[in-house]
């Protein structure tokens, strides 16, 4: 299956329940993410492999889903500690 990035933005766009500011929280056990209408956790044994850009953080369940994590929401030193955190817990599966 493909998957167009135009395609994936305009359905992002239909899902307004999904927009808005969101807490993220991370653990030993996993990251948790709050927003208005939504809380979720994923553990880390889900997580598969975090990829970075210039922008964001993206962190792989599977080979085609994955959690992205805006890089503006970090600190320069948070996200060193991330790397790291991240860089901990994949390796230690």
């Known amino acids: 299956m493909l998957v167009f990035p135009m395609r994936v933005k305009r359905d992002y766009k ?3 329940q999904l927009m808005g ?7 030993e056990a996993g990251i948790r993410f709050k927003g208005d209408n939504f809380e ?4 880390w044994a889900l997580f598969g492999k975090m990829r970075e850009t210039k ?4 962190l792989y369940v599977g080979n085609k889903s994955f959690e992205i994590l805006p ?3 970090f600190s320069p030193s948070e996200q060193a500690e991330f790397r790291e955190l991240v860089s901990q817990r994949l390796t230690n599966q």
């Not at 922008?55 to 993206?58: A, S």
Request: net charge positive; proline share 5%.
């Open 21 to 27: 500011p969101q807490l993220l929280a991370t653990s």
């Open 71 to 73: 890089k503006r929401a």
């Open 40 to 43: 979720s956790e994923t553990k």
């Open 55 to 58: 922008r964001v953080f993206m």
């Open 14 to 16: 239909k899902q307004t």
